[in-house]
């Protein structure tokens, strides 16, 4: 259930998270100019953040996540990198999931935790993915920080702070509330350092690489979980659905967001629904593939008026309309932009699911567990 739209909740987000750095309005003007004069060369922003922008020395992981950050490397991983699990079996039988050599390889307990995700985003036999997989792909952006500083981001906070996931606008996430935590009660018997904030992340990633079509995007763990006795913010920080393109762009500009960026990673509507916007449309996809990870979206709002059992959302439409953003949606709405665009939503997506994590030098990268990319059918 999306409410009351995809991209409200992205914008959210990135309104409410902000990093721990001295002179932070300073560096926030610093990091609007930036992504303004990215916008005029249609490019994605390649702003560091975090550690990655304070430290001269970067791990393999942080050398990776910099190059990807700065568009010098792509956010995607084909179907050749595959993690190979440590060949032990363990004395209860269980394969090497209990394993001490297991418990030693920070993305062997992974190898476990996404084929069990899987099963519940896939459906009709993987020819699209499940209602469970838009709720993954929904609750990425992490929308409950209030945007004090050294708090928001992929934290887990939209699970783990009082009273956050019982508020009107998370409506319709329960269920998968629910399966994340039973996921992290599980695997946590044998991996505690397993973070809800990763199991959001990674669900997201592997959510839609599940749906036909979608991108396998280079994926990391290791991201801490919030304190839970942290309050959470005040409530109503939804933006009016009726808000322009320009202060959608400035929402995004202040979290080292380009238009390029918006462009892209609004085009995740492709897999959603509407049931709170408009009543008597509830249930409604947002284009006519429903389920597939494709760019039918764009070619379907920037018309007219939308097809047969189609609904577009109002911030939607002002997107693909506006001055700035027009050409990028006119290009993914053409036949064959397929990989243009799910390489350009990677790009902007691997940014937004680092959004507030500190120490990115301390990640590790799992990309190899993910499951196989599939074509739109």
């Known amino acids: ?9 992205y914008i959210l987000a990135l309104s409410s998270i902000v990093y721990a750095k001295p002179s932070f309005h300073a560096a926030l003007q610093d990091i609007r ?3 303004r004069q990215q916008d005029g060369n249609n490019n994605h922003s390649v702003v560091l953040l975090a550690d990655l ?6 791990t393999r992981s942080g050398e990776i996540i910099r190059n990807i950050l700065q568009t010098t490397a792509p956010a995607t991983v084909d179907n050749s990198i595959v993690y190979t699990r440590p060949d032990a079996v363990s004395k209860s039988g269980q394969g090497g999931l209990d394993s001490a050599v297991c418990r030693k390889d920070t993305c062997c307990i992974w190898s476990y935790i996404v084929p069990t995700m899987v099963t519940a ?40 702070s009082a009273g956050e996931l019982q ?5 319709g996430l329960g269920n998968y509330a629910n399966l994340i935590l039973s996921w992290r009660d599980t695997f946590r018997l044998y991996a505690p350092g397993i973070s809800v904030a990763d199991l959001i992340q990674v669900g997201a990633i592997v959510a839609t690489v599940t749906c036909p079509g979608g ?22 920080l939804l933006p009016n659905p009726a808000s322009s393109a320009s202060n959608i762009l400035e929402l995004f500009a202040a979290k080292t967001f380009t238009a390029t960026d918006v462009v892209a990673l609004v085009g995740a509507h492709t897999v ?5 916007t408009e009543p008597k449309y509830a249930g409604f996809p947002q284009d006519t593939t429903a389920g597939v990870f494709d760019t039918k979206f764009y070619a ?7 097809p047969v059992g189609v609904y577009s959302f109002e911030s939607d439409k002002v997107l693909s309309t506006d001055a700035v953003t027009q050409p990028m949606w006119n290009d993914y709405a053409q036949p064959g932009a397929q990989t243009k665009w799910t390489d350009a939503y990677a790009t902007a997506y691997f940014r937004l699911s680092l959004l507030g994590v500190q120490k990115l030098n301390g990640l590790t990268d799992c990309s190899g567990v993910l499951p196989l990319s599939k074509p739109v059918p």
């Open 1 to 9: 259930m999306l409410r009351p739209s995809l991209l409200s909740f």
């Open 33 to 35: 100019i930036q992504a």
């Open 53 to 58: 922008a304070t430290n001269g020395d970067v």
């Open 121 to 160: 985003f896939s459906e009709n036999g993987g020819t699209r993915c499940s209602a469970l997989a838009r709720s993954a792909i929904r609750m990425v952006p992490e929308f409950a920080r209030d945007g004090s500083v050294g708090s928001g981001g992929a934290d887990g906070s939209i699970l783990l």
């Open 167 to 171: 508020r009107n606008e998370n409506r």
């Open 215 to 236: 991108p396998r995007i280079r994926t990391f763990v290791g991201r801490p979980d919030v304190d839970d006795r942290i309050p959470p913010p005040a409530e109503h």
């Open 272 to 276: 959603s629904h509407q049931y709170v």
């Open 300 to 306: 379907e709002t920037g018309g007219a008026v939308p």
